[in-house]
């Protein structure tokens, strides 16, 4: 099969699971974090070329991005979508010249708070949130989303009254990641990303797992996370919960496209595609 030269999607995956990856002449799978996985998933990883693989700990799947980033030119468009969420029709016969002859970016339908909060599925967890930044204070770390807010305002001051209407008080959030771009607004993108996301590091001394795992059960024992109220004793805390929160990168970076796309462009100018779930238990 001969890979096409001018759409590169990759599919960012770490495991194959049950289902079988999507490979074609437009989607080339991509193993994310392959320096610190034993796993041979896919043939392509990114612990090659210019890489951050190494630092997937904190990045996760912004490892990859970072990877095609530095390591494709040439494309027009470029992007990326999850291996358990995938866009809709994103394939070998998508016609990308017919959309982005009258859009500028391709990603998901948005996840819209409150409208959505109320679970689709039985058991699922309903988050009682209005807002794209109240949704992380009850899923994830208050303390890391007003600092996210300080950084982005601090390097990116012209981002400050679009970080108050999409973050602070907007309902959309489009999360998982998964879009695809012009190739030059893709890097522009990545500037941007890797920009707040390296300082966010920096600030907090996140250099290694090890101080990771600090940084989140500091926060989980000062009872920054509304979803569980864990006492004083960072020992309470279940080792599975601090191993998902601990995707601090990933669930930021969901926040920082949000707030970029929306800055950037139009909602008129966005293409939305609903996303597949790969997996029945997943909630959204």
Known sequence: MEKSKDNKVFLLCYEKKEFELLDDAVVTPLQVGASRSGLDVCLLKDNT?????????????????????KNISGAKYKGQMQYRR??????????????????????????????????????????????????????NSGFDIMRLEAIIKQLHPEYAKSYDKYIKRGEDLYYSNGFILKSEDYDRYCEFLFSVLGEFEKNF??????????HVGRDMGAGSFSREKLGDNQM??????????????????????????????NKDEIFTLPYKKMESKMWI
Not at 54 to 59: L, M, P, S
Not at 238 to 265: C, D, K
């Open 205 to 214: 001394g996140i250099v290694d797992e090890k101080t990771l795992w600090f």
């Open 236 to 265: 309470q805390i279940p080792p599975q919960q601090m191993w998902w929160q601990m995707a601090v990168g990933g669930f930021l970076s969901e926040r920082i496209f949000t707030l970029w796309l929306l800055h950037n462009y």
């Open 86 to 139: 995938r866009l809709e029709g994103i394939d070998e016969n998508f016609d990308f010249d017919k959309i982005f002859d009258e859009y500028e970016v391709i990603t998901m339908e948005p996840y819209n708070y409150p409208a959505n909060s109320k679970p689709k599925v039985p058991g699922a967890m309903f988050i009682p949130a209005k807002t794209v930044e109240d949704g992380y204070k009850f899923s």
């Open 49 to 69: 070329g210019d890489n951050i693989s190494e630092k997937n700990y904190f990045y996760i799947e912004n490892t990859g991005i970072y990877w095609i980033w």
